[in-house]
């Protein structure tokens, strides 16, 4: 956790008070703080490699851009612990194109973070070294424990959760975050290596899944996830908020289907609990082409969405889930909020 910090709070705090230390011209002072207020995100996930570019503000942010690329890191290698030769060029190649953009943008700021797919891969260490030496991008390889304080953190940004405790979830490829909090308080939090690659590959072999595979599934779930049932009969939210991939899907899927309008500037995403049902039956009858078919769904979400949703319907039954909440928010949001609180810290400070 601190090493993150160290690698964001202490440049931006270090690049301003120079600023204001060193330069005299106001108009040179302002073009140079315009440079330094713009920041790039990159968020390495196991499925997904996303980029966000953003300017920020002591008082505001503005996200100008967006990108993602399939890169599938995980693929054929995750529950070995290794990244394969493939996995290893579509990685180099993604962040080559983002730093095509972010050059294009004139940034000087770039977070980079990966996550469980890196942190776990006994070569992951060698492709973030090979990365920074192609593309001067250094990325840090985050806990699962800081991954979940950052989901957190987009989160709260984007749902009101009020006093009500709140099971917040993110599926990622390699790892899935449980988080159980309100808008003030955290009650609990963990990461767990039980992402969707790693179900797809373990358990996903006939299409569509088949009745045996739906029940190990569900197995695996009560072996592995004893301690998140645990928690939550101890806290006993009611609601599950989730972030990203999957749930983002869901909503799209859920909209196509209820003639939903939706906008890019929305940080909540419509979805009902009492649609899911019918959404997860289709997707675990269908073959994948048919899957493909479904209005709203996308080819990077076809196959891991269907463990994901078992995971989902598994949760409903077993904790007692009355109704499910979509953030438009999650990891590379909260490393956006992390650097802001950042830049305001360090501009009143000096």
């Known amino acids: ?14 690049e301003i008070t120079f600023l204001i230390r060193e330069t005299k011209d106001s108009y040179q002072f302002k073009a140079i703080l315009r440079r330094l207020m713009k ?10 490699f996303h980029l966000m570019l953003a300017e920020v503000t002591r008082d505001s942010y503005h996200i100008f851009h967006r990108d993602r690329v399939p890169v599938k890191i995980g693929e054929k290698g995750i529950n070995d612990n290794k990244i394969t030769d493939q996995a290893w060029d579509r990685a180099i190649n993604a962040i080559i194109g983002f730093k095509e953009k972010i050059n294009a943008s004139d940034i000087s700021n770039i977070y980079s973070t990966a996550t469980s797919a890196t942190r776990n891969a006994v070569n992951g260490k060698k ?10 991008i250094e990325t840090q390889i985050i806990s699962g424990e800081r991954e979940a304080e950052l989901i957190l953190k987009g989160t709260r940004m984007a749902v009101d959760l009020g006093d009500e405790k709140h099971l917040i979830m993110d599926i990622g490829g390699g790892s899935i975050e449980f988080i159980i909090a309100d808008a003030n308080e955290t009650y609990w939090m963990r990461s767990f290596e039980v992402g969707g690659q790693r179900l797809v590959e373990k358990f996903h072999h006939h299409d569509p899944i088949s009745e045996t595979e739906l029940s190990d599934l569900e197995k695996y779930f009560d072996e592995e996830l004893s301690e998140l049932i645990e928690q939550c009969a101890i806290h006993q939210p009611i609601t599950l908020v989730g972030c990203s991939g999957t749930f983002d899907t869901l909503s799209d899927i859920y909209c196509a289907r209820e003639n939903h309008q939706t906008n890019d500037d929305q940080t909540e995403l419509p ?27 996308i080819e990077m979400r076809v196959d891991m969405i269907v463990v994901a949703s078992a995971l989902i319907d598994y949760l409903i039954r077993t904790i007692n889930i ?8 999650a990891l590379k949001e909260g490393v956006l909020f992390d650097t802001i609180d950042s830049v305001r810290n360090s501009i009143n400070t000096n």
């Open 322 to 329: 009355q109704g499910i909440r979509v953030s438009a928010y």
């Open 271 to 297: 979805f009902s609990i009492d649609s899911f049902d019918g959404i997860y039956q289709d997707l675990i009858t269908k073959s994948r082409s048919e899957r493909l078919a479904i209005e709203g769904m």
């Open 39 to 48: 920041v790039a995100i990159i968020d390495m996930g196991t499925n997904t």
């Open 1 to 14: 956790m601190s090493g993150f910090h160290f690698f964001n709070r202490s440049k931006i705090h270090n």
């Open 127 to 136: 492709l973030v070294e090979a990365i920074e030496k192609q593309t001067g």
